[in-house]
């Protein structure tokens, strides 16, 4: 297990201790499953969950994370290359059997969870006594969400969780044109967006000519069809002039692309363009914000960073979460009317609420975890909210 060595110290002097895999496989996994919140910040919802007959499997943990996304564990005792790819093959199956999945989550934690999962984020955690190089190359080409953890038993009393590789999906972090930078920033493509959206109304243009001028044709070439039918003298004369109706009320029928939606669909791709510049202002899927507002984001995002080595930011479709030991310690929301709102932890019987900056969420609905809410607007509230956060990530240390 890499060159991780653990030491007991008795007095001034020290002794190493000696892993060991599991004895048995199971033995890990009812270990974990007993302890999953406290040792990944999962709660637990199935053990040994069965795919069916036709996909022939047995899914070992079945959970969801604090984002409330569905999470998979595979356990193996040893170093095995199979564990990843089994785990990829029940992720497979879950994505296509996402009823099956909510109705377990009603049945163990009830309606509110189960409206609350967050399918953009799927994650598989693998546990296995080792783990090579090529398992963590591997993971980064398949563009799911993966954790592989390693771990170790010693003296049969003490056991440590290693994350030595992880990969994070690019449509975790910005969905449609943006691609992920080596840093894990969002890449915009440049000037392709604006050329698409005239390529695209060039295009719908010439469609528009094309069709103006068939519809042209064919009203002319019914129209002498008409008068010829209407000088033979046959007894189906009658006949053909109904039939001809038909045809010329078909040809008018047909749709054509107007001015007005070219001019909707230059708008909608500008406004791709635009919320694609302002995501790339931030490097996250914060959008929409003035320069002001910005700025006050990155330097929010600049100070949760910096409280530690152990904060991790995860984006999500709908909130940014940071998390501390695998839980959030602050969720950032950015609200319709443009503003930024943190959630996170908080003894609301100590706090003095202000109205327009802070205010108790435990009985309403909203995205992200946490139950005091703190609005954002000015470098004034970033101060005030500071020590609210230095308390919520001091309450994560565990």
């Known amino acids: 297990m890499g060159n991780i060595s653990l030491f007991e110290i008795e007095g001034t002097k020290v002794s190493k201790l000696h892993g060991a895999p599991a004895r048995v496989e199971r033995t890990l996994q009812m270990l974990v499953e007993n302890n999953l919140e406290t040792l990944l910040g999962i709660r637990f919802i199935a053990t040994e969950y069965s795919t069916g007959e036709i996909h022939g499997g047995r899914i070992d943990s079945l959970g969801i994370d ?15 290359p199979n564990v990843i790819n089994q785990g990829l ?3 497979n199956w879950l994505m296509d059997h996402k009823a099956e999945f909510t109705l377990l989550v009603m049945q163990v934690y009830g309606n509110e969870i189960a409206e609350k999962i967050n399918w953009t984020n799927p994650q598989l955690i693998c546990l296995a006594n080792g783990f ?3 398992d963590g ?3 980064q080409q398949m563009n ?5 953890y390693e771990y170790n038993y010693y003296d049969d009393h003490i056991l440590m969780l290693n994350l030595v590789h992880e990969a994070i999906p690019s449509s975790a972090v910005a969905k449609g044109k943006v691609s ?5 920033t969002p890449k915009r493509r440049k000037g392709k967006t604006r050329n698409r959206a005239i390529n695209s109304a060039e295009s719908m243009k010439n469609q528009d000519v094309k069709m103006d001028s068939t519809e042209s044709k064919h009203r002319k070439a019914t129209k002498n069809q008409s008068n010829n039918r209407r000088k033979a003298p046959t007894g189906n004369s009658q006949v053909n002039v109904a039939q001809t109706d038909r045809k010329r009320k078909s040809v008018r029928g047909r749709s054509t692309v107007t001015g007005k939606q070219i001019q909707s669909t230059i708008k909608g791709k500008a406004k791709l363009h635009s919320e694609q510049i302002s995501r790339s202002k931030t490097g996250d899927n914060i959008t929409k914000l003035s320069d002001e507002s910005t700025a006050l984001y990155k330097s929010l995002k600049q100070f949760l960073m910096s409280l530690g ?7 999500l479709k709908n909130y940014i979460a940071f998390k501390r030991n695998k839980n959030n310690f602050v969720c950032v929301v950015q609200t319709k009317s443009q503003k930024i709102k943190l959630y996170l932890k908080a003894d609301l019987n100590k706090i003095r609420l202000k109205k327009g900056f802070s205010r108790d969420v435990r009985e309403k609905g909203h995205w992200g975890t946490g139950d005091l ?8 509230d970033f101060e005030k909210a500071k020590s609210f956060i230095m308390t919520s990530y001091q309450s994560n240390d565990n």
């Open 66 to 80: 604090g984002d409330d996304c569905p999470v998979i564990i595979e356990y193996k005792k040893a170093t095995n």
């Open 89 to 91: 093959y029940y992720l």
């Open 132 to 134: 090579n190089k090529f």
């Open 137 to 139: 190359h591997a993971i």
């Open 144 to 148: 799911r969400n993966i954790k592989l």
């Open 180 to 184: 992920i930078q080596k840093d894990g």
């Open 309 to 315: 080595d152990d904060v991790q930011m995860k984006v």
């Open 373 to 380: 809410e703190l609005s954002i607007l000015n470098d004034a």
